[in-house]
């Protein structure tokens, strides 16, 4: 009996990280969409590029989000207030 009273905390320790893995939410995905218009596109596939679309660094507009329909927020690093320019819409997926 002795010997099970000192393994208790760490049996408590072993069923805490079990509890902590198995209802840890998973990380959601992003996507990246563009607004061209009215029509919002869903590039997370798809490289930037003469063919498909770019980001005008001279207008203020954001360029990607993280969702589409004006519910995402615009997706920071070097596209972050650049303005969506669709080059071939044939070669973009709108967005669902």
């Known amino acids: 009996m002795n010997k099970f009273l000192k393994l208790l905390p760490a049996l408590a320790l072993v069923l805490a990280a079990a509890f902590a893995v198995a209802f840890s939410f ?3 995905q992003t996507g990246m969409f563009g607004k ?3 029509i ?3 590039v ?6 003469n063919d498909t679309y770019l980001c005008d660094q001279s207008d203020p507009e954001g360029c990607l989000y993280d969702a589409p329909f004006d519910v995402g927020n615009p997706i920071g690093g070097p596209t972050q207030g650049l303005k ?3 080059q071939n819409s044939t070669r973009l997926t709108p967005a669902q």
Request: aromatic letters at 16%.
């Open 40 to 42: 919002w596109y869903d």
């Open 36 to 38: 061209d218009g009215t």
């Open 84 to 86: 969506f320019i669709v």
């Open 44 to 49: 997370t596939e798809t490289e930037p590029d």
């Open 26 to 28: 998973p990380k959601t």
